[in-house]
Nanobody
Framework: QVQLVESGGGLVQAGGSLRLSCAAS????????MAWYRQAPGNQRELVAR???????DYADSAKGRFTISRDNAKNTVYLQMNTLKPEDSAVYYC???????????????WGQGTQVTVSS
């Protein structure tokens, strides 16, 4: 089993900052990639940022210049530093990981339970 636990969401004023964390645990051999998605009411879930085991990063256009994804491989944890937050950033943010599991062939995708981010104007 693999579990992803997010934390760090909350209510902030426009222009403020939040730092989200996602810790992976369980029967993990390695993690190929970790990513942050978000979903606002009435919208589909969208990719915000992702990082690979090699350290490469990608961002949605809406996040570039404001958000930074980082990873602590020793802790199997990924972070999302969000600066200059806007009301349109309000959503439930979900962590995703692509995992090689111990003793099992192939790659598996897992989702966290989500953490609420609300940005007031």
């Amino acid at each position: 089993q693999v579990q992803l636990v997010e934390s760090g969401g909350g209510l902030v004023q426009a222009g403020g900052s939040l730092r989200l964390s996602c810790a992976a645990s369980g029967s993990i051999f390695s993690i190929n990639a970790m990513a942050w998605y978000r979903q606002a009411p009435g919208n589909q879930r969208e990719l915000v940022a992702r990082t690979t085991s090699g350290g490469s990063t990608d961002y949605a256009d809406s996040a570039k210049g404001r958000f930074t994804i980082s990873r602590d491989n020793a802790k199997n944890t990924v972070y999302l530093q969000m600066n200059t937050l806007k009301p349109e950033d309000s959503a439930v943010y979900y962590c995703n990981a692509i995992v090689k599991r111990v003793g099992i062939m192939g790659l598996y995708g897992y989702w966290g339970q989500g953490t609420q981010v609300t940005v007031s104007s």
